[in-house]
T-cell receptor, first 114, second 114 residues
Framework: DVKVTQSSRYLVKRTGEKVFLECVQD?????MFWYRQDPGLGLRLIYF???????EKGDIPEGYSVSREKKERFSLILESASTNQTSMYLC?????????????FGEGSWLTVV | AQSVTQLDSHVSVSEGTPVLLRCNYS??????LFWYVQHPNKGLQLLLK??????LVKGINGFEAEFKKSETSFHLTKPSAHMSDAAEYFC????????????FGSGTRLQVQP
């Protein structure tokens, strides 16, 4: 069964802290994505990666960075967390090459910044 | 550019009655279209997808959707609602003009009354 695992489901961090959200997929997918989901705003793409060490900015990259050192792992980094980054973060992955490829999502990470 | 409009933010039905969740899209190319479901505090799960084969697509849990190019619509239906169908549903378009792949609708929350 396909699996995208977000290791931290619920986090509470202080303003200014550095935060790491980890995501691992076991499907050998080339593409990996980070979205944030907020009420009334839907899902917004933060960053995506189409290969190891490759990354591209999504629609709302400000305040975030990412790391993809291994194919199966894609990390989202908040260099200095702020309260407006309180949100649900969703990691996803897919095969490269076709617009019809299914994107598989993790269960989400709820981040609260106080 | 591509876009997705989910015409209803909330839909309420009685258990055992039909479900209709409406989605219109725009795309410069031949798109792939998806419906995802999200239960509370969970990630997104694929219900079904259209990728230029049969225009009537059957998915999991008795859901189906029909791709109508002339109407640029991809409405989701189910003949008989079940209490477990209560969730948020997202219509998604992908035309792969870039690597970004997906554009999400704003979501429709389905309530099922006993």
């Amino acid at each position: 069964d396909v699996k995208v695992t977000q290791s931290s489901r619920y986090l509470v961090k202080r303003t200014g802290e550095k935060v790491f959200l980890e995501c691992v997929q076991d499907m050998d997918h080339e593409n990996m994505f980070w979205y944030r989901q907020d009420p009334g705003l839907g899902l917004r793409l933060i960053y995506f990666s189409y290969d190891v060490k490759m990354k591209e900015k999504g629609d709302i990259p400000e305040g975030y960075s990412v790391s993809r050192e291994k194919k199966e792992r894609f990390s989202l980094i908040l260099e200095s967390a702020s309260t407006n980054q309180t949100s649900m973060y969703l990691c996803a992955s897919s095969l490269r090459g076709s617009s019809g490829n299914t994107i598989y999502f993790g269960e989400g990470s709820w981040l609260t910044v106080v | 550019a591509q876009s997705v409009t989910q015409l209803d933010s909330h839909v309420s039905v009685s258990e055992g009655t039909p479900v209709l969740l409406r989605c219109n899209y725009s795309s410069s190319y031949s798109p792939s279209l998806f419906w995802y479901v999200q239960h509370p505090n969970k990630g997104l799960q694929l219900l079904l997808k259209y990728t230029s084969a049969a225009t009537l697509v059957k998915g999991i849990n008795g859901f189906e959707a029909e791709f109508k190019k002339s109407e640029t619509s991809f409405h989701l239906t189910k003949p008989s609602a079940h209490m477990s169908d209560a969730a948020e549903y997202f219509c998604v378009v992908s035309d792969y003009t870039g690597r970004r792949a997906l554009t999400f609708g704003s979501g429709t929350r389905l309530q099922v009354q006993p």
